[in-house]
């Protein structure tokens, strides 16, 4: 098993350009979630799924969208790159809960805008 | 929403000392507290996690507590290694799967 897989692994845009962040995981989990990780803040949720065909915003949602495209991809897009947008983006998935559970993360996407 | 705090965000012990790191929140309704480990350039994966309805759980030289009381719980590393040096990550489910924070990361260094 691949377990969480994430393209590309590095990324370098110019502001105002747009990009599509991939995920895919092969554990049959329900739960899927986009995080951005920045010095010093921690793991941030950007978006989450709880199942296919759905999705919900997390704590910074602002300049991106989703799509969970079936029960094992969910994608992250940048409409419109800013330099505030520069981070490292991780996806994880989990079994579904209503009392949480372990996350299993991806490599990682190191985004950098110019 | 959920608000995480953790202490300290550096710590630097002596190979064989333990290690500490703290962490509190907010909403006494949270019900999964897990601990991530992420080593330099890596994933952070789970090490360590306690329920709600747990005081404490151990595994080999890892341990969490957890205060539901007093709304903190802690990860306890003892006789640390050199191989323990990483980033430590709190995190906190509220209401299940869809209210996850996590805390900022305590860098713990251990010095052989």
């Known amino acids: 098993n691949a377990g969480v897989t994430q393209t590309p692994k590095f990324q370098v845009l110019k502001t105002g350009q747009s990009m599509t962040l991939q995920c895919a995981q092969d554990?049959?989990?329900?739960?899927m979630y986009w995080y951005r990780q920045d010095p010093g803040m921690g793991l941030r949720l950007i978006y989450y799924s709880a199942s296919e065909g759905t999705t919900d915003k997390g704590e910074v949602p602002n300049g991106y969208n989703v799509s969970r495209l079936n029960k094992r991809e969910f994608s992250l897009r940048l409409e419109s790159a800013a330099p505030s947008q520069t981070s490292v983006y991780f996806c994880?998935?989990?079994?579904?809960?209503?009392?949480?559970?372990?996350?299993?993360f991806g490599p990682g996407t190191r985004l950098t805008v110019l | 929403g959920e608000n995480v705090e953790q202490h300290p965000s550096t710590l630097s012990v002596q190979e064989g000392d333990s290690a500490v790191i703290k962490c509190t929140y907010s909403?006494?309704?949270?019900?999964?507290f897990p601990w991530y480990k992420q080593e330099l350039g890596k994933r952070p994966q789970l090490i360590i996690d306690i329920r709600s309805n747990v005081g404490e759980k151990k595994d080999q030289r890892i341990a969490v507590t957890l205060n539901k009381t007093a709304k903190h719980f802690s990860l306890h590393i003892t006789e640390t290694q050199p191989e323990d040096s990483a980033v430590y990550f709190c995190?906190?489910?509220?209401?299940?799967?869809?209210?996850?924070?996590f805390g900022t990361g305590t860098k713990l260094q251990v010095i052989p």
């Open positions: 554990m049959n989990h329900n739960s």
């Open positions: 994880a998935s989990s079994m579904t809960s209503q009392h949480g559970n372990e996350q299993f």
């Open positions: 909403d006494s309704a949270s019900n999964y």
């Open positions: 995190a906190v489910h509220s209401g299940g799967y869809q209210k996850v924070t």
